[in-house]
């Protein structure tokens, strides 16, 4: 019988079509887990709706209701070993990689209660006879729709302010990944949380998130994937008037300058690069050289990339597992095919690897690609794969010009000695997030977003808990 799901207060099979669920290191289906028809949808958002509204969440104080968070981030902390299990057999990435993140989702539900207890309502200055208050008021039901890439670190990050903030949240994850947030919402509902502050609607998103996001007591929508599914939930969120962080795909920088230590940088390369199957939306995936160092930099980069050894994720040994699916396998096997006919040289990898171990999973080859310019496409469409692109320079200007030309702009990172140098590249780089000497260093106290094609609003930090409020002012006269 297909996997349940929690809606509308209750945990169903749904009347919607069954998803398999697809181990990508083995090809094979593991699980079958039903989805929610329109109707079902409809019913679990108007749940949704009275759950936020019922005073015994709505009049919660700031410290009940950081202790269902911590109750949460309990659960998770006993329960680490199946959450890494769910996500890791949906995504392929290694159990020690899960393991952490797992690690991390339960920080960020405690980072979310400190957050929760100590957020100030604000006096703003009088300007006449009155006394203002502004207070920061939840939105009622947030949609949150996940991704397949990381969904324990992503789910945590979006469901956990949002809870803090006093919304109730109907949570859409990925087609691919589905078994995290069942796991999660588990934990929470034996944290004693209460039917219909947490649902999922497991499915995929040409239905079921269309058909979430067209509900009427939706009144937010928070979504991590990719940018032209972004721009269409913008469209949406337009029609519909309601706010909508976006957490968008990337073509990030990565910079090395002549006075960096040269392996150092290629050690942080090869990590921000190839770190989860290049599956992240950080992945440094162009990375620029001063064009005299190009060759000794690729040849060290090579030697790095190919001493990674590729397995099964459960493998003790194993750095990196398959990709999240075949047919995102075959999607990344493209790019580097397009990468050939645009007339790269494949330093390393363009493959599949070889070995039985390998034969039925999603895997691919850590692979560096040269002889490109900027341009080329495979340097400005996100590939999200292990594949790294990389682009000589001439001089900083010519650095800051060739690194800024792309649509994107999350993150970037520079390895240098000299750090006023570092300080006015940073500044003169379009990104949310940019690191000197080190690479996806991630904290949940700092805020994490995108400029331009790479989303709208900021998570993580207070402005991951303001993201899912509003603000309400209210005027008392003193005459
Ligand atoms: O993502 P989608 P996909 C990028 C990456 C990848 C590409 C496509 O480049 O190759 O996106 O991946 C739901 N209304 N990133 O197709 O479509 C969907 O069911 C409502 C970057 O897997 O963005 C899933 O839950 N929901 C990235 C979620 O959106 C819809 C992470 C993400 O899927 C929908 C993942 C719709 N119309 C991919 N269409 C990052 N920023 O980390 C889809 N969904």
Redesign the pocket.
């Known amino acids: 019988m297909a996997m349940k799901f929690p809606a509308s207060g209750r945990w169903i099979t749904g009347a919607g079509p069954v998803l398999q669920s697809t181990n990508p290191a083995t090809g094979l289906v593991h699980a079958e887990i039903g989805t929610p028809s329109s109707e079902e949808i409809a019913q679990a958002c108007a749940f949704a709706a009275e759950s936020a509204a019922a005073k015994s969440w709505r009049d919660l104080k700031p410290h009940q209701r950081a202790d269902y968070l911590h109750r949460i981030a309990n659960g998770i902390s006993h329960g680490l070993d199946d959450l890494a299990q769910a996500q890791m057999i949906e995504n392929g990435k290694t159990l020690k990689e899960c393991r952490q993140q797992a690690a991390s989702a339960a920080a960020t539900f405690r980072y979310y209660a400190a957050v929760c207890e100590t957020m100030e309502s604000a006096v703003p200055p009088s300007r006449g006879d009155y006394l203002v208050v502004t207070t920061f008021e939840p939105y009622g039901v947030v949609a949150a ?5 990381s969904p324990l670190t992503m789910e945590a990050q979006k469901v956990a302010p949002a809870l803090a903030a006093g919304n109730t949240v109907v949570l ?5 990944t589905t078994l995290p947030s069942l796991s999660l919402a588990r934990i929470c509902e034996e944290a004693g949380l209460p039917s219909g502050i947490l649902s999922v609607l497991p499915g ?3 239905d079921v ?2 058909s ?2 067209a509900q009427r007591e939706v009144r937010m929508v928070s ?5 032209e ?2 721009r ?2 913008a469209q949406t969120a337009a029609k519909r008037l309601i706010p909508a962080a976006l ?4 073509k990030s920088p990565h910079i090395i300058l002549e006075d960096a230590d040269i392996d150092a940088a290629c050690a942080g390369v090869v990590d921000g690069i190839f770190e989860g199957m290049g599956q ?2 950080v992945a440094g995936s162009r990375l620029f050289v001063p064009r005299a160092r190009h060759d000794e930099i690729v040849d060290i980069l090579v030697r790095k990339a190919e001493s990674i050894r590729l397995g099964q994720p459960t493998g003790p040994d194993t750095e990196l597992g398959p990709l999240s699916s075949h047919h ?1 396998r075959d ?1 990344v096997a493209d790019y580097v095919d397009l990468a050939r006919k645009e007339g790269a040289s494949i330093a390393t990898g363009g493959s599949r690897p070889s070995g039985s171990e390998f034969d039925n999973g999603a895997f691919y080859q850590p692979t560096i690609i040269t002889g490109l310019t900027n341009a080329a496409r495979v340097c400005q469409e ?1 590939i ?1 794969g292990p594949v790294l692109c990389v682009l000589p320079f001439d001089n900083e200007q010519d650095l800051v010009e060739q690194a800024n030309d792309t649509a994107f702009g999350l993150a970037c990172g520079i390895w240098t000695s000299d750090y006023r140098r570092a300080w006015r590249i940073s500044r003169a780089i379009d990104a949310g997030t940019v690191w000197v000497n080190t690479y996806k260093q991630l904290s949940i106290s700092a805020p994490f977003g995108g400029f331009k094609d790479s989303g709208i609003g900021r998570e993580k930090g207070l402005s991951g808990m303001r993201l899912y409020q509003q603000a309400k002012s209210t005027y008392f006269s003193m005459k």
Request: charged share 15%; hydrophobic share 30%.
């Open positions: 729709i996940t991704p397949w890439n859409k994850p990925s087609e691919v995929y998103g040409r998130g269309t979430l996001l979504f991590t994937g990719g940018t599914t972004g269409a939930i957490e968008l795909g990337g992240s939306c995102h999607k996100e999200f």
